[in-house]
């Protein structure tokens, strides 16, 4: 059983950062993927980044390619999303997920554990 639990929301001008955290207990973190995804109100949970085991094997989606990244931390049990130029369609509710083997997908099926989520709100 792994449990997943996010930190790092809040309130953000727009242009502004933030930086999500998500850190696992129980489980084989190190050789999970790991996936960032987010909910807006009525609209579908939404990837947003991915990556896997190795740090330097990650994806995106284009809406955030070029300002947000993510990055994991094995020993630490926690995988990041450092997010940059936030736009005001970045608001939402930002899951963390992770998925039972090295890779990813885009789909939310596919993960077999997910946190309770973190609000990020960007104003205008």
């Known amino acids: ?7 790092g929301g809040g309130l953000v001008q727009v242009g502004g950062s933030l930086k ?3 850190t ?3 489980g084989t973190f190190s050789t999970s993927g790991l996936a960032w995804f987010r909910e807006a109100p009525g609209k579908m949970r939404e990837f947003v980044a991915a990556i896997k085991r190795s740090e330097t094997a990650t994806y995106y989606a284009d809406s955030v390619t070029g300002r947000f990244t993510i990055s994991r931390d094995n020993a630490k049990k ?3 999303l450092q ?7 970045d608001t939402g509710v930002y899951l963390c997920a992770l998925l039972m083997s090295d890779t990813y997908s885009y ?3 596919e993960y ?3 946190g ?6 960007v104003s205008s």
Not at 1 to 7: A, C, K, P
Not at 83 to 89: A, D, F, I, T, V
Not at 116 to 121: A, C, K, L, P, S
């Open 107 to 109: 789909t939310p099926n």
């Open 20 to 22: 999500l955290s998500c």
């Open 112 to 114: 077999h554990y997910w």
């Open 24 to 26: 696992a207990s129980g």
């Open 116 to 121: 309770q989520g973190t609000q990020v709100t």
């Open 83 to 89: 997010m940059n130029s936030l736009k005001p369609e």
């Open 1 to 7: 059983q792994v449990h997943l639990r996010e930190s």
């Open 78 to 80: 926690t995988v990041y």
